[in-house]
Every structure is written in structure tokens, then in C-alpha cells.
């Protein structure tokens, strides 16, 4: 929002600087962004402020208030003319080509003279060719005629990008003073957050001022002269929903003459950001931006035409089914159902708190108006507006809500700055239809709470104090505590525990966050409550990622041919297999997943072009239908992919080998024993419509299948862009990897004493899994057997045909004492037997 400061100081006297202004309305909440000078002096050193600073200052020696007195043709040139200025002090000619000065040129001494600014030689403004540049006015020759200075439009002088003419002042300019003593001005930017929406209106930021400096604030008269024939019975008002429009107003003003607003009014709206139209449509928007309350004028002759001559009745209602209204951008809308209009008997005239209709808005034939002023449900203004694409104003300020009090002086003042600035007779009365009256809410505070709360310990008439310069009503207690009632300009102060710590931050925000003490918190910090499930998930995905994996998240959605690219057989399922989108975005994204694996080799496929190893995991629902009418099981699943060498390249050399089935079988084995799970994996030879045949693996967890492991079918991986090494993927229960994680386990404290290595090689039939037979060792070695390591398979002539020798390093290890060639022999022996009685293997001499 933007503020000129000039305005602002309409309603309280600020003994500050801009910037300190800038500075006080930041702490308040009100943070100002920026700052752009229009005629007062700029900073030094802008650098040292914390926002940004633009616009010109205006010499008070070079640029003046002055008045044109007579406008003569220019004798070389047909767009050109010579004014004679006086500035107060002697007569200059001045070459121009402002357009509005042609219409006086030839007429003699104009009676009265033009007031205008007026830029003397050595000047410096604003470049209007060139933006952001300044230029420094000279000494030359305009088509044969000397010209030294410059009567100036807005744009020289930084006001706004208006270029088509001269600024011509009120005619009670006074002649020969410095422009910036007569309107320099500085306007601040500020970022209304929704919580603030209360200074949504010059008024309001006016108010905080005077709170902060325990200053007056000078409301404008709302009062208004009303001579008119009475109102009643010319116009009627009809609420149809007072969830959606509480309340609504009008007046009526009669015999206007439509016209330019004055001069001030005109530089002040452009400052604050809106385009002047005519003197009744810049006082509806002159007094939005002064009071927060937006208006909407209509043609009162238009309502009478339209209800066949008789009075009109203003009806506001939800839209009906087809109804269309064309608005004052020209553009014809189709109106959402939800949407809240005003209307009349004939059919719509607006779209509330958005935007007005075209056929009824004010225009130059236009002698009376009707005057609206009315307040809407901000909820309903915000869906209408996002609907409709259609930001404005008035929407901006109803959807962060506006309070139902500011009616009545909004209406008021708006006509009476019609009266004064466009003539005509104010109707005697208003038609007020308020079936939903605001309540300002009550609550009760004691200096305990602010000290909970804030750790302030202030007395009781302090905050009293400091409340009441906010408007509100403060009366005290016998308990000590204070009553205080919520000023009727304000909706943000809750009720009950959000009302108390809507006061506190009241309080602290006038007392000032920056007197607010260190403290250490007093009450007691409540439970903590873990959340299980998020938290091992978490655990699963940090354990991977330290494992050198890197996570991936997908597209939920798919569709069947997507999946069916990832199985050997290549056949997509119907439809109906999956859980469906009845309004999917896509085509191929109509269905929800049945697997993480398709979309995982999409991602590894697409990373292939750029890396050629990749170590990949997923970690998320997938989707599989029930009974019609009954929501999808969402079982968790965790999907891994690795591709490309074993090791990245280093400047030492690394290892060429592509990984294989083994290491994604080691990830796995080792992500169990991070995790501490309570047994290890178990690995079985399996089969996968995805698959490898003979390079499958079903994985168990305990006396569970978790899921298979293995390197994706030479099929399948043909109809994805991989290169030459293989692609080991596997898919996994989550739920019950998650599950298995323990709330606790031992730490195992580290060994005092060295282990005994030994090396012990059994044949064993090729059908034995080599799992099976580290079992059997550590079955028979006990809690002696700290590690079993297989480093060797060999197969060959001198073992019988059908049998394999597995050959493991084994470490024993005794945490009180170091073990003896007997212990160790001992050890030994129960090992070999267990091997033999559980698997029929032999020790292998």
C-alpha cells in the first residue's frame, strides 16, 4: 500500500523524519519496503537504510510555484507555443509544447493567470525520454527562440508517468514559493500483511502513528449538508443473504456536474497509486484509501430506466444459473453460483466487492448518483475473485475483512466531497439495512498474563494506557484485572486464549519488541510425543543415504502401459486393475501406481545420459484396489536400483568392475545390520516378471518375505535407454521393514582382548546356499564366533562332481580373556560337527 506522507500528516502531526517515520511503522508491524521521494529532500546515504529509496528532490531555489499569464503563438513553429511566466520575483518566456496550454494561446493576459510549476535555469529533473535519468536544465535555442526553463509535467518532477501536459495547481497556489514547501511529499510503500488489514486506509495507519507517539488523531468531518427531498421512498434496499452482506448502504446526490477533482486530490491518488477519472469516481476512491471502505457509485437515472420510472430497490443475492454481467473493464463474465451480486429487478448491476457493471456506472450525461457503501464475506469475495481472474481494490481490502462500522463515515464523507467538488444536493437521509450486526469482542486481562506471556511486568494503568491509545475500551477490575472491549474498526482481536494473545502482542507492540527483556522460559515445556511411524521411515532413509544411495520421489500417477514397459511380457492390464482418476491431468497419468519399480528405471533411465553410475532409492505408497466403495490399501514399499562401475573414477584409479547382483545383496545385508534388526536377511532363489531368471532372489525377514532383490531381465532392459552394465534393482516391504525396527538394542562394548583369525574351507553340495552354512558355523561356535567372512567358491576337478568348497575367515573372540590354541581348537571342532549334522558338509583338508 502506498502512503503520502502529505496525507498521512492530514490526521496526525509527525515531529519525525521519513525515515525515522519508516523506521516506527516497521516496528509497529507496518513494514515499509520503500520509500519514494516526490519533491522533499532524499537521504545522503541511502545505504544505510533498510529499504529501498527513489525519486527526486526538488531544489527549492530552482523549482517554484508560478503562474503562466499569458500564452503566445510560437513565430517558427505550429506545436509550439510561448507562455509568459511570472515566478515571483520577474517575468521569463518560456518555449513549450504542453498541449493544454494551446487552448489559452492567442487569448491576451489570461484573468486569472495559470498557477504551475515551474523549473528555473540549472535545474535538475527527471528525464522523461530517458528513465531513471536525470537532466539539468540549460541555456539554448528552441526553433530560433532562446529557452532557458521549463513550465514541468508530473513526469519531470517524479509525481507519475503522466506526459501529455503541463501540471496546472489550484488556482490558491501561492505564486514564487519553493514547489517542495507547497506539495513536496515522500510516499512510503508498505506490505500490508493480513493481520494489519486495519490499515488498509490512510486512517489507519494514521492511527497507529498516534498510538505509537501518544499523539492525537484528527478524524475528518464526516459530516455532510443535506438539503435535498428525503430519500425514502426513492430508493429501498434488500438483503437476501446477511451471511454474505451484513450490511448496506446508500445515498443519493442530485444535480452533480461531472469534472476534473482538484488539483491535490488528483497528485494524491496518483501518489497513492490510482488513476483520477472524474470528481464523483475519485471521491468514491479518495475515501477508500482514506477510510478502508470501498464504494461503488451507479447512475441513478440509469436504476429508474431500468425499473420502468419507478423507484429502484437494490437486491443483493447469490448469481443464478446462467447469468452473465458485463463489467466496467468491458469484459462479459459468466458468473460462478457462490458469487454475491448487486442487483436490481431488471438483473445484475455488479459484481460485489469485486468489480461494477458497465451499464450502470457514472459517465460524463451522468446528473444523480446513487452511493454505495456495504460490506461482504471475505471468504466468498476471495473465491469470486480468484474464479473470475479479477483483482481489484476493493476486492483486496474485503478479503482480508472490513468492519461493518466504517459504513456510515465512509458514506458520508464520499458525499459530501461529491457536493464540495461537483456540485449538487445531498439527499436528507441514508438507507441503512444492517440485519447482521458486528459484535466487538470482550476480554479479560491481568498483568500475570502479560508477564507469561511476554515476560514484561508492567502495571496495570500502563497497559490500560497503552491499549486505550489504540482505541480500545478499558475498564478495571476489582480482581485486578482489565476489561477491554475491541474497537469498532477492527476484526482480528479473537476471543478467550487468542484474544489474550491478540492484547499481548497489542501491548508489546506498543511498548516496543525491542524493550522487551531476555528472559528464560517459565512454564513448564510440555511431553514430547514422537511420531513413530515418520521417524523410522526417516531412520530407513538416512541409514540408505549414508549408504551412498540418493533418494528419489516420483509421480504417484501412471498408467497401465508405463507399468506394463517394466514386466518381460510387456502387456499392459486393463484399467479397471488399478485405482482410477475420473479427471486425470494426463492421459498418462491416469491411474494410481501399483509399484515403485516402473518410475524408479524412468528416472535411473533419463540420469543415464548425463552419469553412468547410479545408486537409487524410493521410499513410498503404492496403491491397490479393494471392493468397489472402499478406499485403496496404501502399503508402503521401498524400491532400490544400482547401475554402472563399482567405484567413480579417481585421479588413484578405481575399480572397472560394474557392480553385480552381490552388491545390491550387501546394501541390503547392511542396511539390516545398521538398522539393528533382531536376525539377519535370508536370501532365496526366486522368480520376477521383471527379472533375471537365475539372478533372482526372494528376501526374508525373519518368517516374513520382504520382498526379492535382483538384475532386471535383458527384455526389459532393452526397452529402456541403459548402457552396457547391468541393472540390479530390488522392491520392498516397507511396512514390515519398518516394523521390525527395534524401540531399543544392546551396545556391544568394543573388545579388550585380540581375536583368534582362522580359515576353514567346507565342501558342501552345490545346491547348499552359502547362508545356510554361516549359519550352521555360528551355530556352533556360540557367542565365541565374532565374524564369518566367505572369501572364497571354488569348483573344480578335485572335488566329486556336484559338490562346491566355501571357504570363510572366521574370528574368535572371548570379551574377558585372550583365547588359547585349546580354546580355539576346542571351537573348531564344534563347528565342524555342526556343519556336518546341518548341511552334510566336510571340512576340506
Same mark, same amino acid.
Given at each position: 500500500?502506498?502512503?503520502?506522507?502529505?496525507?498521512?500528516?492530514?490526521?496526525? *502531526?509527525?515531529?519525525?523524519?521519513?525515515?525515522?517515520?519508516?523506521?516506527?511503522?516497521?516496528?509497529?508491524?507496518?513494514?515499509?519496503?520503500?520509500?519514494?521521494?516526490?519533491?522533499?529532500?532524499?537521504?545522503?546515504?541511502?545505504?544505510?537504510?533498510?529499504?529501498?529509496?527513489?525519486?527526486?528532490?526538488?531544489?527549492?531555489?530552482?523549482?517554484?510555484?508560478?503562474?503562466?499569464?499569458?500564452?503566445?503563438?510560437?513565430?517558427?513553429?505550429?506545436?509550439?507555443?510561448?507562455?509568459?511566466?511570472?515566478?515571483?520575483?520577474?517575468?521569463?518566456?518560456?518555449?513549450?509544447?504542453?498541449?493544454?496550454?494551446?487552448?489559452?494561446?492567442?487569448?491576451?493576459?489570461?484573468?486569472?493567470?495559470?498557477?504551475?510549476?515551474?523549473?528555473?535555469?540549472?535545474?535538475?529533473?527527471?528525464?522523461?525520454?530517458?528513465?531513471?535519468?536525470?537532466?539539468?536544465?540549460?541555456?539554448?535555442?528552441?526553433?530560433?527562440?532562446?529557452?532557458?526553463?521549463?513550465?514541468?509535467?508530473?513526469?519531470?518532477?517524479?509525481?507519475?508517468?503522466?506526459?501529455?501536459?503541463?501540471?496546472?495547481?489550484?488556482?490558491?497556489?501561492?505564486?514564487?514559493?519553493?514547489?517542495?514547501?507547497?506539495?513536496?511529499?515522500?510516499?512510503?510503500?508498505?506490505?500490508?500483511?493480513?493481520?494489519?488489514?486495519?490499515?488498509?486506509?490512510?486512517?489507519?495507519?494514521?492511527?497507529?502513528?498516534?498510538?505509537?507517539?501518544?499523539?492525537?488523531?484528527?478524524?475528518?468531518?464526516?459530516?455532510?449538508?443535506?438539503?435535498?427531498?428525503?430519500?425514502?421512498?426513492?430508493?429501498?434496499?434488500?438483503?437476501?443473504?446477511?451471511?454474505?452482506?451484513?450490511?448496506?448502504?446508500?445515498?443519493?446526490?442530485?444535480?452533480?456536474?461531472?469534472?476534473?477533482?482538484?488539483?491535490?486530490?488528483?497528485?494524491?491518488?496518483?501518489?497513492?497509486?490510482?488513476?483520477?477519472?472524474?470528481?464523483?469516481?475519485?471521491?468514491?476512491?479518495?475515501?477508500?484509501?482514506?477510510?478502508?471502505?470501498?464504494?461503488?457509485?451507479?447512475?441513478?437515472?440509469?436504476?429508474?430506466?431500468?425499473?420502468?420510472?419507478?423507484?429502484?430497490?437494490?437486491?443483493?443475492?447469490?448469481?443464478?444459473?446462467?447469468?452473465?454481467?458485463?463489467?466496467?473493464?468491458?469484459?462479459?463474465?459468466?458468473?460462478? %453460483?457462490?458469487?454475491?451480486?448487486?442487483?436490481?429487478?431488471?438483473?445484475?448491476?455488479?459484481?460485489?466487492?469485486?468489480?461494477?457493471?458497465?451499464?450502470?456506472?457514472?459517465?460524463?450525461?451522468?446528473?444523480?448518483?446513487?452511493?454505495?457503501?456495504?460490506?461482504?464475506?471475505?471468504?466468498?469475495?476471495?473465491?469470486?475473485?480468484?474464479?473470475?481472474?479479477?483483482?481489484?481494490?476493493?476486492?483486496?481490502?474485503?478479503?482480508?475483512?472490513?468492519?461493518?462500522?466504517?459504513?456510515?463515515?465512509?458514506?458520508?464523507?464520499?458525499?459530501?466531497?461529491?457536493?464540495?467538488?461537483?456540485?449538487?444536493?445531498?439527499?436528507?437521509?441514508?438507507?441503512?439495512?444492517?440485519?447482521?450486526?458486528?459484535? *466487538?469482542?470482550?476480554?479479560?486481562?491481568?498483568?500475570?498474563?502479560?508477564?507469561?506471556?511476554?515476560?514484561?511486568?508492567?502495571?496495570?494503568?500502563?497497559?490500560?494506557?497503552?491499549?486505550?491509545?489504540?482505541?480500545?475500551?478499558?475498564?478495571?477490575?476489582?480482581?485486578?484485572?482489565?476489561?477491554?472491549?475491541?474497537?469498532?474498526?477492527?476484526?482480528?482481536?479473537?476471543?478467550?486464549?487468542?484474544?489474550?494473545?491478540?492484547?499481548?502482542?497489542?501491548?508489546?507492540?506498543?511498548?516496543?519488541?525491542?524493550?522487551?527483556?531476555?528472559?528464560?522460559?517459565?512454564?513448564?515445556?510440555?511431553?514430547?510425543?514422537?511420531?513413530?511411524?515418520?521417524?523410522?521411515?526417516?531412520?530407513?532413509?538416512?541409514?540408505?543415504?549414508?549408504?551412498?544411495?540418493?533418494?528419489?520421489?516420483?509421480?504417484?500417477?501412471?498408467?497401465?502401459?508405463?507399468?506394463?514397459?517394466?514386466?518381460?511380457?510387456?502387456?499392459?492390464?486393463?484399467?479397471?486393475?488399478?485405482?482410477?482418476?475420473?479427471?486425470?491431468?494426463?492421459?498418462?497419468?491416469?491411474?494410481?501406481?501399483?509399484?515403485?519399480?516402473?518410475?524408479?528405471?524412468?528416472?535411473?533411465?533419463?540420469?543415464?545420459?548425463?552419469?553412468?553410475?547410479?545408486?537409487?532409492?524410493?521410499?513410498?505408497?503404492?496403491?491397490? %484396489?479393494?471392493?468397489?466403495?472402499?478406499?485403496?490399501?496404501?502399503?508402503?514399499?521401498?524400491?532400490?536400483?544400482?547401475?554402472?562401475?563399482?567405484?567413480?573414477?579417481?585421479?588413484?584409479?578405481?575399480?572397472?568392475?560394474?557392480?553385480?547382483?552381490?552388491?545390491?545383496?550387501?546394501?541390503?545385508?547392511?542396511?539390516?545390520?545398521?538398522?539393528?534388526?533382531?536376525?539377519?536377511?535370508?536370501?532365496?532363489?526366486?522368480?520376477?516378471?521383471?527379472?533375471?531368471?537365475?539372478?533372482?532372489?526372494?528376501?526374508?525377514?525373519?518368517?516374513?518375505?520382504?520382498?526379492?532383490?535382483?538384475?532386471?531381465?535383458?527384455?526389459?532392459?532393452?526397452?529402456?535407454?541403459?548402457?552396457?552394465?547391468?541393472?540390479?534393482?530390488?522392491?520392498?516391504?516397507?511396512?514390515?521393514?519398518?516394523?521390525?525396527?527395534?524401540?531399543?538394542?544392546?551396545?556391544?562394548?568394543?573388545?579388550?582382548?585380540?581375536?583368534?583369525?582362522?580359515?576353514?574351507?567346507?565342501?558342501?553340495?552345490?545346491?547348499?546356499?552359502?547362508?545356510?552354512?554361516?549359519?550352521?558355523?555360528?551355530?556352533?561356535?556360540?557367542?565365541?564366533?565374532?565374524?564369518?567372512?566367505?572369501?572364497?567358491?571354488?569348483?573344480?576337478?578335485?572335488?566329486?562332481?556336484?559338490?562346491?568348497?566355501?571357504?570363510?575367515?572366521?574370528?574368535?573372540?572371548?570379551?574377558?580373556?585372550?583365547?588359547?590354541?585349546?580354546?580355539?581348537?576346542?571351537?573348531?571342532?564344534?563347528?565342524?560337527?555342526?556343519?556336518?549334522?546341518?548341511?552334510?558338509?566336510?571340512?576340506?583338508?
Amino acid at each position: 500500500m502506498k502512503v503520502p506522507v502529505s496525507w498521512l500528516k492530514d490526521y496526525v *502531526d509527525i515531529p519525525l523524519t521519513v525515515e525515522d517515520l519508516a523506521r516506527l511503522l516497521t516496528s509497529l508491524g507496518l513494514e515499509v519496503e520503500a520509500v519514494h521521494y516526490v519533491g522533499l529532500p532524499r537521504p545522503a546515504d541511502a545505504t544505510r537504510l533498510d529499504f529501498k529509496v527513489s525519486g527526486l528532490g526538488w531544489e527549492p531555489d530552482k523549482i517554484v510555484v508560478a503562474e503562466v499569464r499569458e500564452v503566445l503563438p510560437h513565430p517558427n513553429a505550429d506545436r509550439l507555443v510561448l507562455a509568459r511566466v511570472f515566478d515571483g520575483e520577474q517575468e521569463h518566456q518560456v518555449v513549450t509544447g504542453a498541449p493544454n496550454l494551446f487552448a489559452y494561446k492567442g487569448q491576451g493576459p489570461l484573468t486569472p493567470p495559470l498557477k504551475v510549476a515551474y523549473a528555473r535555469e540549472g535545474a535538475t529533473l527527471l528525464d522523461p525520454y530517458n528513465p531513471g535519468q536525470t537532466l539539468r536544465l540549460k541555456r539554448r535555442k528552441i526553433r530560433g527562440i532562446p529557452s532557458y526553463s521549463m513550465v514541468c509535467s508530473e513526469k519531470e518532477l517524479g509525481i507519475s508517468d503522466e506526459h501529455e501536459g503541463i501540471i496546472v495547481l489550484d488556482p490558491d497556489a501561492p505564486t514564487g514559493t519553493p514547489l517542495a514547501d507547497y506539495m513536496g511529499d515522500a510516499v512510503l510503500d508498505i506490505a500490508i500483511t493480513p493481520n494489519m488489514a486495519r490499515a488498509l486506509g490512510i486512517i489507519g495507519v494514521a492511527r497507529e502513528v498516534a498510538a505509537a507517539l501518544n499523539l492525537p488523531l484528527r478524524l475528518p468531518d464526516t459530516a455532510v449538508v443535506m438539503e435535498g427531498p428525503p430519500i425514502a421512498g426513492r430508493a429501498a434496499v434488500r438483503i437476501t443473504d446477511p451471511e454474505a452482506n451484513p450490511r448496506f448502504a446508500v445515498g443519493l446526490i442530485e444535480d452533480v456536474t461531472l469534472g476534473p477533482s482538484p488539483y491535490e486530490i488528483q497528485r494524491r491518488l496518483k501518489l497513492a497509486g490510482m488513476r483520477p477519472i472524474n470528481n464523483i469516481v475519485d471521491a468514491t476512491n479518495y475515501v477508500m484509501l482514506e477510510w478502508g471502505e470501498p464504494l461503488h457509485a451507479f447512475d441513478y437515472d440509469i436504476l429508474v430506466q431500468r425499473a420502468d420510472g419507478q423507484p429502484p430497490t437494490i437486491i443483493t443475492r447469490r448469481a443464478q444459473p446462467g447469468e452473465r454481467l458485463t463489467t466496467l473493464d468491458g469484459e462479459t463474465r459468466d458468473l460462478p %453460483p457462490y458469487a454475491v451480486l448487486v442487483t436490481d429487478t431488471a438483473g445484475p448491476l455488479s459484481i460485489a466487492g469485486v468489480m461494477g457493471g458497465a451499464e450502470s456506472e457514472v459517465r460524463a450525461t451522468t446528473r444523480r448518483v446513487l452511493l454505495e457503501a456495504a460490506v461482504w464475506d471475505p471468504i466468498t469475495i476471495r473465491r469470486v475473485s480468484k474464479a473470475l481472474k479479477l483483482t481489484t481494490e476493493a476486492a483486496y481490502r474485503y478479503q482480508r475483512g472490513v468492519h461493518p462500522a466504517l459504513v456510515m463515515p465512509a458514506l458520508q464523507r464520499a458525499l459530501d466531497l461529491m457536493r464540495r467538488w461537483a456540485g449538487g444536493v445531498v439527499a436528507q437521509g441514508v438507507v441503512d439495512v444492517y440485519p447482521r450486526p458486528a459484535r *466487538d469482542t470482550v476480554n479479560r486481562i491481568h498483568p500475570r498474563d502479560l508477564s507469561r506471556l511476554l515476560g514484561l511486568d508492567l502495571p496495570a494503568a500502563t497497559i490500560a494506557d497503552l491499549l486505550r491509545r489504540l482505541d480500545f475500551r478499558v475498564r478495571p477490575l476489582d480482581d485486578g484485572r482489565l476489561e477491554v472491549t475491541t474497537p469498532p474498526h477492527r476484526l482480528d482481536i479473537g476471543e478467550g486464549v487468542v484474544g489474550l494473545a491478540d492484547l499481548a502482542e497489542e501491548v508489546a507492540r506498543l511498548y516496543g519488541y525491542d524493550r522487551i527483556p531476555a528472559t528464560r522460559l517459565a512454564d513448564e515445556l510440555p511431553p514430547y510425543i514422537g511420531l513413530d511411524r515418520p521417524q523410522r521411515e526417516a531412520a530407513i532413509k538416512d541409514a540408505l543415504v549414508n549408504l551412498g544411495l540418493q533418494e528419489v520421489v516420483t509421480y504417484r500417477l501412471t498408467a497401465p502401459e508405463r507399468e506394463a514397459r517394466a514386466t518381460v511380457s510387456g502387456q499392459p492390464r486393463p484399467d479397471d486393475a488399478y485405482v482410477r482418476l475420473v479427471n486425470p491431468i494426463a492421459h498418462d497419468r491416469r491411474v494410481l501406481r501399483q509399484s515403485l519399480l516402473p518410475n524408479l528405471l524412468e528416472v535411473a533411465e533419463r540420469n543415464a545420459r548425463f552419469v553412468r553410475r547410479q545408486a537409487l532409492f524410493e521410499m513410498g505408497p503404492v496403491f491397490l %484396489p479393494r471392493a468397489e466403495g472402499l478406499l485403496p490399501d496404501e502399503p508402503q514399499r521401498l524400491a532400490l536400483l544400482l547401475t554402472g562401475p563399482r567405484e567413480e573414477p579417481f585421479w588413484a584409479g578405481a575399480a572397472a568392475d560394474d557392480m553385480d547382483f552381490f552388491d545390491l545383496k550387501g546394501v541390503l545385508e547392511t542396511l539390516a545390520r545398521v538398522l539393528h534388526l533382531p536376525e539377519p536377511l535370508r536370501f532365496e532363489p526366486g522368480e520376477h516378471p521383471s527379472l533375471h531368471p537365475g539372478k533372482t532372489a526372494r528376501v526374508w525377514l525373519g518368517a516374513a518375505e520382504w520382498g526379492f532383490v535382483g538384475e532386471l531381465h535383458p527384455e526389459v532392459k532393452a526397452r529402456y535407454d541403459f548402457g552396457p552394465a547391468a541393472v540390479l534393482v530390488a522392491e520392498l516391504d516397507a511396512c514390515a521393514l519398518r516394523d521390525a525396527l527395534p524401540d531399543r538394542y544392546a551396545l556391544q562394548p568394543v573388545p579388550q582382548f585380540p581375536p583368534v583369525i582362522e580359515d576353514l574351507a567346507f565342501v558342501v553340495d552345490e545346491a547348499v546356499p552359502a547362508a545356510e552354512v554361516e549359519a550352521a558355523i555360528r551355530a556352533g561356535g556360540g557367542a565365541y564366533v565374532r565374524s564369518v567372512v566367505l572369501f572364497d567358491v571354488y569348483r573344480g576337478p578335485s572335488l566329486p562332481a556336484g559338490k562346491k568348497s566355501l571357504a570363510y575367515r572366521l574370528a574368535y573372540q572371548a570379551p574377558d580373556r585372550t583365547l588359547s590354541d585349546k580354546d580355539a581348537a576346542r571351537i573348531r571342532k564344534k563347528i565342524v560337527k555342526r556343519v556336518a549334522r546341518a548341511v552334510g558338509g566336510t571340512l576340506r583338508g
